[in-house]
């Protein structure tokens, strides 16, 4: 299905470094994965990782998006052309016309296209390890599933499924069939946002006190006709898409999950846009240790910042979430990274963490962990309550 141009989500030339990896920082990420079994140390074990890893790096795995929408077009396959440890093998539409001008671009085969129909198909090709859900919200769960019953590995886009039991049959289906899934939460291989976390969770300036992070994109300026408004497709408003991008750095910074939330809904000053889904919405997340983080997400101004302040010092990033032009500074001056291509660092990210057989970063507990929050802040909204997170 095709996605709505978002404003202010432009493609551009990328300046980028695939030499900067995601640790260099040597930042510490939230601790979300699967546990694996420790080696003994023994020369053994020490061989088989060796040989793995040399596999590894010898390997590319072919992925295949489901769904050739804006941030497919724009982002992803582009990003699959600088990828080192992955690569465009295939692509599964319900639009014939783009069949042609995909495998022009891309050089994919005849038989590594699908539609929605013949989708299962998949599962008797070789060439296709990895499947990329970058469909409607409201679709994600059924094609998570489906790939993982055909045994590919998965990548989801945010937010993971619009319901908490969805998210759990895409853990359980993905778990039956012994295949990875990963959520395509991009800043997490971002240096910008691992400066964040390394900030926050190594207390660089002392203890976190507060957490600042808006993250707003102006949906009228075009035609109410597209799925993000409706609520049957994308599960909610602007939370379920950029609000989310919120959640995740309040949580990354901290390195822990919030333990309640209370939240409004904003005034509705646009009815023929927002008649099913919220146009804004403001929540404040509490930690186990007291810290706040406040938040605001709408669809009808513009914003993008993560900021925190902590007993020592302060910092801020803005724009924080956006593909390109990155900038931030701390208490200590400003913070000085190269403009990375994001998408393709976290394919590479997350296509290494599979064949090496190893947790990757951003799982699918984690997705799980970010669908309860927004429920649960949905729910504060409604009932003018503070509500308790589940764990």
């Given at each position: ?22 640790t ?5 990420l ?22 793995q ?23 992803l396959?582009?990003a ?16 014939p ?33 990895v ?9 994600h ?8 019953k ?30 990875t ?7 997490h ?6 400066r964040v976390?390394?900030l926050g ?29 409706d ?8 939370l ?9 750095g ?14 409004q809904f ?53 724009p ?9 500074e ?9 403009q ?40 504060a909204?409604r ?5 308790t997170?589940?764990?």
């Open positions: 299905m095709n996605q709505k141009p978002i404003p202010n989500r432009r493609n551009f030339i990328k300046r980028f470094s695939l030499a900067l990896g995601t260099a920082l040597g930042i510490p939230l601790n979300l994965s699967s546990c694996q079994s420790e080696g003994g140390g023994n020369e053994q074990a020490g061989t088989a990782d060796q040989d890893q040399e596999q590894a790096n010898t390997r590319k795995l072919g992925i295949a998006l489901v769904g050739l929408g804006q941030y497919s077009k724009e982002q396959a582009p699959l052309k600088e990828t080192k440890h992955c690569y465009l093998a295939g692509i599964v539409t319900g639009t016309s783009k069949v042609a001008e995909w495998q022009k671009a891309y050089n994919i085969a005849d038989k590594n296209v699908y539609n929605y129909q013949n989708f299962d198909q998949i599962k008797d090709n070789p060439d296709i390890d499947v990329y859900v970058v469909l409607p919200n409201s679709m769960a059924e094609y998570t599933i489906r790939a993982a055909a045994g590919k590995h998965v990548i989801c886009e945010k937010p993971m499924a619009t319901t908490v039991e969805d998210c759990q049959r895409m853990l359980d289906a993905c778990r039956e069939n012994n295949v899934l990963a959520i395509g939460y991009r800043l291989f971002e240096p910008y946002n691992q976390m390394e969770q190594k207390q660089v300036f002392g203890k976190v006190k507060s957490i600042k992070a808006d993250n707003s994109q102006d949906m009228t300026k075009d035609s109410p006709d597209v799925w993000r408004l609520r049957k497709l994308s599960g909610g408003g602007p379920m898409d950029v609000g989310i991008y919120c959640v995740q309040a949580c990354y910074t901290m390195g822990r999950d919030p333990v309640a939330v209370t939240a904003g005034k509705v000053t646009n009815p023929e846009y927002f008649k099913d889904v919220e146009e804004s919405i403001s929540w404040q997340l509490e930690f186990p240790d007291g810290v706040i983080a406040n938040s605001n997400t709408s669809y009808s101004t513009e914003a993008n910042l993560l900021a925190g302040e902590a007993e020592n010092g302060w910092w801020r990033v803005s924080a979430y956006a593909y390109d032009g990155k900038e931030g701390t208490s200590e001056g400003k913070m000085d990274y190269p990375v291509f994001e998408q393709a660092l976290q394919m590479d990210g997350i296509s290494q963490s599979i064949l090496e057989n190893k947790p990757t970063k951003v799982p699918g507990e984690m997705g799980l962990r970010d669908v309860k929050i927004m429920e649960a802040i949905y729910e909204a009932t003018g309550k503070r509500v997170i589940p764990a």
